[in-house]
Structure formats: C-alpha cells, structure tokens
C-alpha cells in the first residue's frame, strides 16, 4: 500500500528528541505480557503512578483504553489478533516518537506477536517485561471469570485454556508475580528502568 | 465487538486532568481540512513550531506518519477512507487523553468523515482548520504532481478531480490560503486558538 501513498512530506515538524528535551526524558516502550490475570495492568498502572511522581511522563496502553476504540472493529481470531497487536505497536510508536514512555499491557501471548511489535518499535525502545504468573495463580484469581468461562467453553481461544501461552525467551524484566509484595516489585523494576529513561542533553549537543 | 471484550478494568491510571496539570494546557485536536496541496501540513507544522516556543505540547498527525504505520494496511477506497479516518480520530483521542494538544492535517473531504472524527473526539474538543485554497491554485501548485497524474486518469478518486470535497458548513476558523502571508495566517490563529489552550487549576479544585 506504501506505494500508493500520496501524502506531502514535510520535515519541519518537531521530532522526538525535540520531544525529549521538553520532558527532559528518553522515551520508551515497557511491553509487558502474561497471562490473563496475571498482574500486568495493575503492575503497569503503579509503575505509572511512581513514575509520575519521579516526574516521568507515561501513556498506558491496555485492552481498557484499546479495545473500546482503536481496536473495537477487531475480533478475537488469530487473524485479528494479529493486527491487534501490530496497531497497538504502531500507537506506540508515534507516542513514543512524542517523547513519551510507553507502558503496553496485553497478553501477547506469542513469540510471533512480541516479536512483530519489537520489529515495528524497534529493538532498543522495547523493554520487555514478563509477568510470570503461574496458570493455577491466574486461574484462582480470576477476578472476572473468564476461566472458568474458558474451562466450560463458553470463551474460546483463552490463552492458557485453548491457545497458547508462549513465554518470552530474553525478557528485559521477569517479574514473579505469584505472591506479590507489589511495593517492593515496582522498586525493582524501577532500578532497572530508571536508566533507560535518563536524558542526557550532553548527546544533544 | 465491544461485547466480546475481555480485558480488565482499571481505573488509577492517570487520567486527562492529570496530564493536562503536568503539561499545564488543555488538550485539544486541531483538525485541518481542505484540498491536497492546500498547504493543511504547512500550516499544521508552523503552528508547531510557534505553540512549542510558547511551552505547548504538541503531536502532529499526518499522511507522513499515519500511511507509512497505523494504516499502512488501508487503501483509497471509499471504505479504507472512512477507516483511515476513524483510527486518526481514535488516535487522537488516545494522545487528548494524555492532555497532548492534536494537529491533524488529513484531507478528510465529507461531513460524514468529519462528523465521524468530531463523534469520536467530542464536539468541545474538535477545532476544526477549513484551510480554503480554491482547486485552481492546489492544483496550479501540485508539487508531487499528484493533480496532473488525477487529470490523466492515473490516480482514480482524487479529492476535487474525481472525487468531491465538502466544505465544512461551521468550521472553527476559515483560512484563506490562496496568496498566503503565512505569519500572519498564523498569528490569526492562535488568536483564536490560544483560549482554547489555557489550563485553569482552579478548575481541578
């Protein structure tokens, strides 16, 4: 479709690290997967919260903010799946190409998935983060019943249930969520993201 | 689809009143309509520059970033249009909720299109930029050569050959771009689009 791309070019526009320098901060995307109940967007909205404190600008991604617009004419097939994730990606991008930390919840359950949104951010703005969260966890917690809806049938396709879960194979962070002590987890993650986002004007010069 | 939805809610993420206070503005989506090569980037590219001298935070949406990524997957039929239309405006709803200041440039040439857009962003939020430069000098202009290639039957349903342009019927402001003086045209509008943009904590109070 490129080809057929009749759009004006116009490179005056501000960029990202003209986006950067006003936030004083490098932008990234912190990705995490797991299963479903698994922590990821209670994980992510807290590590917003401290970050916002540290004065860090973030935008979260999640099926709440996603799935009811950009994504509402998408279904649950592997199809649709699919190219949910490749827009989410491309969101992403053109937030982060804003200067703004990205934190993307969604279960990706796919090396295929995780490894598309990886190429379209690009390999060293993605930080991946695994929520690893036993299935028996997950499935105990269950906080909307879906597994069970998955177990009798009613959902199908359910990660962990009647589809895969493929766990990342060099993740940035594995968190282990079984029996969280949450505030200690985001201190954690925040020592090893911190330094990623630290913006240096001196490479500006 | 929405009722196939499956994520979780969660509502501590910051929400639009939070990012506006850390960006002290109001978010907004500024949308600019006309003809190809009307000069809708020009202009959206100029604002820019001047509300980023003057300390706002701004995001740019256009052919450039919007074809090559999020809709790279869509053509120029009449469905892919509309589609293209709705996941800007989705996208734009994403960046206003993170208190970002939107400047769409997109052709958009039917009230439906538009209406879509304004549905999707909100009627307060929805600035709409009629950027009025007559076919004749757009396509006097032409500088891809798009208008010769339309006329030859080379591109098909090109917006005032081969496919009609609606004016809007209440824009927020009209700019006559025929012969522009560009520093003016844009100090005409943050005239009127300034106001818009203030941020009044005693409203958070």
Redesign the interface.
């Known amino acids: ?2 080809e ?7 490179d ?3 960029g990202r690290q ?2 950067e320098v ?2 004083k901060q490098k932008a990234k995307v912190i990705w995490f997967t797991g299963l ?2 698994s922590g990821k ?2 994980l ?3 590590l ?2 401290r970050l ?1 404190e540290l004065n860090y ?9 996603v ?4 994504n ?5 097939t592997n199809k649709d799946r699919l ?1 949910n994730i490749r ?1 989410i990606a ?2 992403s ?3 982060m ?2 200067g ?1 930390i990205l934190l993307c919840a969604f279960i990706s359950p796919t090396n295929e998935m995780r490894q598309m949104a990886k190429e ?1 951010i690009g390999e060293d703005d993605f930080l991946e983060v695994f929520v690893d969260t036993p299935l028996e966890v997950c499935e105990q917690r269950d ?2 019943g ?1 597994y069970k809806k998955a177990r009798g049938g009613e ?1 199908k396709n359910f990660t962990g249930i009647s589809a895969p879960f493929e766990p990342p194979e060099n993740p940035f962070i594995v968190v282990n969520n079984t029996n969280p002590n949450l505030e200690e987890t985001i201190k954690q993650m925040l020592i090893k993201i911190l330094p990623e986002l630290k913006f240096d004007p001196l490479t500006t010069l």
């Not at 057929?4 to 116009?10: G, K, L, M, S, Y």
């Not at 600008?57 to 903010?65: A, P, T, V």
């Open positions: 479709m490129i057929n791309n009749i759009h004006t070019v116009f005056k526009i501000k003209d986006k006003f936030l479903s109940a967007t209670t992510a909205g807290m917003e919260k916002f600008f973030c935008q979260i991604l999640d099926g709440d903010n799935r009811s617009g950009i509402k004419n998408l279904n649950f190219e827009r491309e969101v991008k053109l937030f190409n804003c703004i379209i906080p909307k879906l959902i």
